[in-house]
C-alpha cells in the first residue's frame, strides 16, 4: 500500500504560496528575519496547519517547533524539517520547501490513514539563516546541545536586540525543554541553492555533506578627517583598510581554488559621508571549503592579511568569530537509503556536498541524519528570483515521503 503513496502537488504549492506571503516583498521574494513580525505570522500560520493535522505540538524555549504524528509505538520520532526565516531578500523554497514538504508528507500520511510503527514528526528551527543573529542556525545548536540557551537567549541582534527579548515579543519561548528531545532519523529536504542539478539536468541531490564554514566580523578603527585637505600619507583610513580586506579575500579564494569561496557581505562604515575619510568599519567575511584544513590556510592567510594592511595603515582593528563549523559527512545508511528511493522511484540522482549550511549539519551530532536535494533555477538562491519547478518539488517531497516510510516502519 504505502508504494503506491504519493503526496498531493497541488496542496504542497498552496503550502509554499501561503507560507511566502507573510514577509513579502513588493514585487517577489520574501523578507522574514528570524524573530521579526513576518516570521511570527509564519509560525503561527504554520502551527494553525499543525493543529488541523492533529499534531502534538512542542515549542522549546529556543522556539523551536516541532509538529508529531503519532505512530503505533511511543518511541522517538522520525523527523523532517528545516526552517522558516529566510534572509532579506529571500525566494520561496529555502528552508520552507524542507517544512512544507514535511507537512505534505504527514497530510498524505493522515488522508492514507496510515499509522507507521513510529511518530513521524516535521520541525522548523529557530534562526538558521543567521541573517539577523549570529551564528546562523543556533536554534538547532539549542536543540541539539552545541550551544547553551542562556548563551543563545543573550545573542544580540545589530540594533542590540536580544534573542530573549524578541522570542518573547512574538510569543515563542516555549516551555518544552532543550537539549533532551529524541529523534530517531532526521531528513532535511532543501533546494540545492547551486547551479548542479539545474545544469545537468538531475532530479534528486544525494547529500553526503556539509562544507565548513567561517564567520568572522572585524572592526577597524581610524581616524576621521578632511576629504579636501589631508595628504593621503597623512591618513589612517579604515574605509581603505576594509576595502583591501574585501579585494584580499577574493584573491584567496582564486588563489586556492576548488570548494574556496569567500564573500563579503556586511559592511558598515562611518560616519559614511562624502568628505570624510571613514573612521569606523564593521564588516564579515564569509570563508567556506569542502576540506576543513585548506579552509583554516585562508583563515590564516585573511587574518594575517588584515593585521598587516591595518598596521601599515596605522588605524586599529580587531575580529570577532561569529560562526565556525567544520565540514561535517551524514550517515551512509540514510544516504544510500535515499539514492535507493531516488532510483526506485525512476528519478536520476548524483551524490553531493552542499555549498549551504543547514540544520541538518546540526542534527547529525545526535541521530542518523541526511539530506535531499531538488534543483533550482540557475542556482540562484538568497535572491528574490528564486525558483524551482513545482516537479521537481513533487518529487523531492515523494523521496522524502518513502525515506520517511522506510524509516518509520523498519
Ligand atoms: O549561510 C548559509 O549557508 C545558510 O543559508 N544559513
Ligand atoms: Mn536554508
Ligand atoms: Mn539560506
Ligand atoms: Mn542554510
Not at 76 to 90: E, L, Q, R, Y
Not at 105 to 127: E, H, M, N, Q, Y
Not at 294 to 322: C, M, P, W
Not at 325 to 332: A, E, G, I, S, W
Request: glycine residues 10%; negative net charge.
Amino acid at each position: 500500500m504505502t508504494q503506491s503513496l504519493r503526496v498531493n502537488k497541488q496542496r504542497l504549492m498552496g503550502f509554499l504560496n501561503t507560507l511566502g506571503t507573510f514577509g513579502a516583498l513588493e514585487g517577489g521574494g520574501v523578507c522574514r528575519l528570524a524573530l521579526s513580525a513576518a516570521d511570527k505570522q509564519a509560525r503561527d500560520w504554520v502551527v494553525s496547519q499543525m493543529q488541523a493535522l492533529g499534531l502534538t505540538i512542542r515549542i522549546d524555549q529556543i522556539g523551536n517547533v516541532i509538529g508529531i504524528y503519532k505512530g503505533q509505538e511511543d518511541v522517538p520520532p522520525v523527523m523532517m524539517g528545516s526552517h522558516i526565516d529566510t534572509v532579506a531578500t529571500g525566494g520561496l523554497y529555502d528552508g520552507c520547501f524542507g517544512v512544507m514538504a514535511g507537512l505534505e508528507v504527514i497530510s498524505t500520511l493522515k488522508d492514507s490513514g496510515i499509522t507507521p510503527k513510529r511518530p513521524v514528526a516535521v520541525a522548523f528551527f529557530t534562526d538558521e539563516e543567521g541573517a539577523r543573529f549570529a551564528p546562523d542556525m543556533f536554534g538547532s545548536l539549542v536543540f541539539q546541545g552545541g550551544l547553551s540557551l542562556e548563551e543563545a537567549l543573550a545573542i544580540k541582534d545589530v540594533d542590540g536586540f536580544t534573542v530573549g527579548e524578541e522570542l518573547d515579543k512574538i510569543g515563542y519561548k516555549g516551555n518544552a525543554p532543550v537539549g533532551c528531545f529524541e529523534v530517531d532519523t532526521f531528513l532535511e529536504a532543501h533546494i540545492e541553492q547551486g547551479p548542479v542539478l539545474d545544469k545537468e539536468g538531475i532530479k534528486i541531490g544525494v547529500v553526503e555533506s556539509v562544507q565548513g564554514i567561517s564567520w568572522t566580523e572585524f572592526t577597524i578603527e581610524g581616524v576621521s578627517n578632511h576629504a579636501g585637505t589631508t595628504p593621503m600619507s597623512m591618513r589612517h583610513d579604515a574605509g581603505l583598510v576594509a576595502a583591501k580586506i574585501n579585494v584580499f579575500a577574493r584573491e584567496v579564494a582564486h588563489k586556492i581554488g576548488g570548494s574556496q569561496v569567500a564573500t563579503v557581505g556586511y559592511i558598515s562604515c562611518k560616519p559614511n559621508l562624502i568628505n570624510v575619510v571613514p573612521n569606523h568599519v564593521v564588516m564579515t567575511v564569509d570563508l567556506r571549503n569542502t576540506d576543513n584544513d585548506v579552509l583554516k590556510q585562508a583563515e590564516t592567510l585573511l587574518f594575517d592579511y588584515a593585521e598587516n594592511t591595518a598596521k601599515e595603515e596605522g588605524v586599529k582593528i580587531s575580529r570577532r568569530k561569529l560562526a565556525r563549523f567544520d565540514p561535517v559527512y551524514f550517515h551512509k545508511e540514510i544516504v544510500d537509503l535515499v539514492e535507493q528511493e531516488a532510483e526506485a522511484a525512476g528519478l536520476n540522482s548524483k551524490r553531493m556536498p552542499s555549498g549551504a549550511g543547514h540544520d541538518a549539519q546540526i542534527l547529525k551530532e545526535m541521530c542518523p541524519t541526511a539530506m535531499i536535494f531538488v534543483p533550482c533555477k540557475d542556482g540562484l538562491s538568497h535572491n528574490v528570483k528564486e525558483f524551482t519547478e513545482p516537479d521537481d518539488l513533487e518529487a523531492g517531497a515523494n523521496i522524502l515521503l518513502s525515506v520517511i516510510l522506510k524509516r518509520a516502519n523498519r
